[in-house]
Nanobody, 123 residues
């Protein structure tokens, strides 16, 4: 079983910064791509940022230039630095990862989600 444990989030004023972290634990061979999604009030869940196992990053247009995703492969962790936050960034943020499970001779990819952490931007 693979679990993602998130930390960070909270309340911040517009223009402020917050940092989110997520670490994978449990039984797995390795962690592939990792990402952050968010779901705002009355909205569908959307991809915010993604980072491949090799470090290639991708961002949604709404956060490009303001958010930075990074990962620590040794700790199976992913981070999201959020700067210049806007009210529309208010949402529950979910960590997502592709975990390779099984054995070296028989393995499969398992999509795992964190429990979500709330980010509220208000003044």
């Amino acid at each position: 079983q693979v679990q993602l444990v998130e930390s960070g989030g909270g309340l911040v004023e517009p223009g402020g910064s917050l940092s989110l972290s997520c670490a994978a634990s449990g039984s797995f061979l390795s962690i592939g791509g990792m990402g952050w999604y968010r779901q705002g009030p009355g909205k569908e869940r959307e991809l915010v940022a993604h980072i491949s196992s090799g470090g290639t990053t991708d961002y949604s247009d709404s956060v490009t230039g303001r958010f930075t995703i990074s990962r620590d492969n040794a700790k199976n962790a992913v981070h999201l630095q959020m700067n210049s936050l806007k009210r529309e960034d208010t949402a529950v943020y979910f960590c997502n990862a592709a975990a390779w499970t099984g054995t070296l001779s028989k393995y499969r990819s398992l999509e795992v989600w964190g429990q979500g952490t709330l980010v509220t931007v208000f003044s």
